[in-house]
């Protein structure tokens, strides 16, 4: 089968000369980072065996039975961003896809639970340093539960139950097997900002996603702030709550925000009210507790 012609992995610069400055800078910021992708996809970075630690273990379910998750951890495994809950909480009201917590997610085995019944277990390894913090927060635990569960879904096409509970007294079901890791990590995609971005592409019209500011009351108590400057009053507002999730509608399809939260939310519990001087929506969102 014959190659494809590398020339057309990246725009011609033909005409360049034609574009302005901007535009020029930009396909040359392309071609490199186009030059550079090749170049890691050429030399994959080879792999290492670890031996995770057991941690703690939770229980969940799918169509085809018992689920276990062995959440354990290896110092080999590297360790997420360091931030404080308020300022994670931050950047998941910002940009929900900007915080990634490294993690291993080992392949499934079958298992007998505690009542000699069929059932799988997966392991999912996180870093040392991290897991420790994660064992005083609530928080953190529920994130990287949610994170797990999630990633076991896309990697092997499950579909999980997100009721899942904590098991007392057994940090892990079966064994932990070794896991292979890449030993160097993946190249960090470089920002370029917006070195060009015509008016004609800028989007004028459809709803705003308006600004959402929420930071922890108490530990059971999530309040949110959704700024709302067209509005003066709450007519026309619509707001759902799920158990992690935060939908609002605006009036004229002025506004639309759809936010997944982390943490389990009492959605009959909530409350929400318009503050007509700061032009603001105020959601009190109780927590669920967290499984034992």
């Known amino acids: 089968m014959a190659m494809a012609d590398s020339k057309l992995l990246v725009p011609e610069l033909s005409e360049a000369e034609k574009m302005g400055a901007d535009t020029a800078r930009f396909e040359e910021l392309l071609l490199q980072a186009s030059k550079e992708l090749q170049q890691a996809q050429t030399s994959r970075p080879e792999s290492t065996q670890i031996q995770p630690q057991p941690g703690f273990c939770i229980k969940t379910n799918s169509s085809e039975g018992k689920v276990f998750i062995n959440i354990c951890h290896s110092p080999s495994i590297p360790p997420p961003a360091d931030m404080t809950e308020d300022e994670l909480l931050q950047m998941l009201e910002e940009d929900q896809a900007g915080f ?71 940090p892990f079901l079966g064994s932990i097997s070794q896991q292979n890791i890449r030993s160097q990590q993946r190249p960090r995609i470089q920002e370029l900002g917006n070195l060009y971005t015509p008016d004609s592409l800028r989007p004028e019209e459809g709803p705003e996603k308006p600004h959402l500011n929420l930071w922890l009351e108490a530990p059971d108590l999530l309040l949110a702030e959704i700024d709302l400057p067209k509005l003066d009053g709450a007519l026309g507002l619509s707001l759902e709550i799920g158990e992690n999730r935060l939908v609002m509608g605006g009036p004229q399809q002025l506004y639309h925000l759809d936010a997944y939260i982390p943490l ?29």
Not at 146 to 168: C, F, H, V
């Open 264 to 292: 389990r939310i009492n959605s009959e519990e909530s409350k929400a009210a318009f503050h007509r001087k700061r032009k603001q929506l105020m959601v009190a969102m109780p927590l669920l507790s967290v499984p034992s």
């Open 100 to 170: 990634r917590i490294p993690m291993s997610l080992g392949e499934p085995h079958a298992e007998l639970d505690a009542k000699g019944q069929g059932c799988t277990a997966y392991d999912v390894a996180v870093n040392s340093d991290f897991y420790r913090r994660m064992q005083n927060s609530d928080f953190l635990r529920e994130l990287v539960v949610t994170i797990a569960r999630e990633g076991l879904e896309d990697k092997y096409s499950l579909q999980l139950n997100p009721e899942w509970r904590m098991l007392k007294n057994r």
